[in-house]
């Protein structure tokens, strides 16, 4: 953000001329906007920058893969997993394709492993319940339910999603609060 005039950026604290004017370094603290207004002073904010986790560089007008897509070389020919061939000393290609992770794909495993590190303070009651046969308190089954409930929620309405703010608005709505 910053006071612009005739195109030039107008550094706070700093004196500059005008019109052969010479204008005090708190001029535009002190000034009125009437005062900025009549010799052309004018306010500019910084252009809003486009979450990086969805676009490519901040821009609106570009944003990731929603998809999982091959792998394919710069000539449009596959790519496939590479492997180290012991007795050539080589790489080689496996029967496997690379595959470039789209965003759906990525933000189904975020969910997940935030799942798994929640669900992973109660695990200690899965395993004596399993080994020792001693029952798992009610709240921590209930507690437990809710978060498989809403990963399987959440992880529906991702592959429902057709573009990139669909898919922000899915992930602004997780709701982990159900602790």
Known sequence: MAYKLNG???PVDRAFTH???QYPRNW????????KDAIGVTWETDPVRADDRYYWNGELDNPKALEDVDAVDKDGNPVWVQK?????????NTPVRLVTKGLKSGKIKEVNH?????LANTDWYITRKTEREVDIPENVVTHRAAIVTEVNRVETAIAEVTDVESLINVMEDVKWNIL
Do not use: F, P
């Open 8 to 10: 030039n950026t107008l």
């Open 114 to 118: 935030t799942a798994g590190t929640i």
């Open 19 to 21: 019109n052969n004017v």
């Open 84 to 92: 180290l061939d012991e007795e050539s000393r080589k790489m080689i």
């Open 28 to 35: 535009l603290q002190l000034s009125t906007q009437e005062e």
